[in-house]
């Protein structure tokens, strides 16, 4: 279950399942049960249907109708397949709805799928990409299962990125696993797109971890060339360097501060216990504070924890227990 926080919150979570042969994808399924079906061929969505995405290895992608019953919107647990497959074709766009927003633009901007949660110098190193590519107003769709490559493939999006932990990070301390991977990508691939990694290597499918790749790219050609890409990721990769590197000048700003602080600690202790603390504690931040190796890597893990430090926000409905 691709993901399962997804499923549990009825969000557009899917099923994966994909089969690597000799460090090579040869066949990928992914099933959308709560994703309308859609083809390029269609008028406008089935009603009732959603798609069966499946692709293997020379021989093309394809998307399957399934009806399934409802009521109130609650699977009944039946379900038929109707009609034959149709095939993929990642040049071939779905565009019916009118988005008043972009077609004000006048200019064709690229729709990009990418994961949902990001931190802000990750969404801005996304806009900084589709900028250099000519798109100054990209779409982007933020979800965090394999649906992106689906949307690829059936021609909903022009581009799937994965980024990591932002372009400043080359020495990839974060790596894409293989089964998020390996049936999406190879349904994309099969339907046109070409796939490769931020520096524009093949993907090597050698483990349970992408260890010899740097994020994950799947393109239309047709729209962005792999090189192309790579090269506007090149470019931003540099501007995202200097951006961290005034993230680090201002954490090193803070720590005068924090020394200021720890200076006074102190003289503000009233009781003999209180000032044992207060030593132990200047100690200990005059330690951490000086050692540059770990105030990089607590500045990194800030950086790239999935969560607010001082937690989520309330829901509505715990704002009033």
Not at 35 to 57: C, Q
Request: with cysteine.
């Amino acid at each position: 279950i691709d993901t399962t926080e997804e499923f549990l919150e009825s969000r557009q979570f899917c099923t994966s399942l994909g089969l690597i042969v000799d460090g090579q994808p040869v066949a990928g399924f992914i099933s959308c049960p709560v994703v309308p079906f859609d083809h390029f061929s269609r008028y406008a969505e089935h009603p009732n249907g959603v798609p069966l995405f499946f692709a293997v290895k020379d021989q093309g992608s394809w998307t399957q109708l399934i009806n399934t019953e409802r009521e109130d919107g609650v699977y009944q647990g039946k379900w038929r397949l109707k009609g034959k497959p149709l095939r993929l074709d990642v040049g071939q766009k779905i565009k019916r709805e009118s988005d008043g927003l972009y077609d004000a633009l006048g200019t064709d901007q690229l729709k990009i799928a990418m994961n949902w949660r990001l931190r802000q110098d990750i969404v801005i190193d996304a806009e900084k990409i589709a900028a250099i590519l000519g798109s100054d107003y990209p779409k982007l769709d933020m979800t965090r299962s394999s649906i992106k490559y689906c949307y690829l493939a059936r021609g909903e999006a022009d581009i799937v990125w994965y980024l990591s932990n932002g372009l400043y990070d080359e020495d990839m301390s974060h790596l894409e696993s293989s089964c998020h991977h390996a049936a999406g990508s190879l349904i994309a691939s099969e339907s046109g797109a070409v796939i490769g990694d931020l520096d524009g290597k093949p993907i090597v499918w050698e483990g349970p971890v992408l260890e010899s790749n740097r994020g994950f790219v799947a393109t239309d050609p047709g729209k962005v060339p792999l090189m192309g890409l790579v090269n506007a990721v090149t470019q931003a990769t540099d501007t995202s360097k200097d951006a961290y590197e005034k993230r680090c000048q201002k954490r090193k700003e803070v720590n005068k501060i924090l020394k200021a602080i720890f200076s006074n600690f102190e003289k503000c202790a009233e009781t003999d216990e209180e000032l044992r603390n207060a030593k132990l504690a200047k100690a200990r931040g005059f330690e951490l504070l000086e050692d540059e190796k770990e105030m990089d890597e607590l500045t990194r893990s800030a950086m790239n924890r999935e969560t607010p430090i001082l937690g989520e926000a309330p829901t509505p409905d715990e704002a009033y227990d």
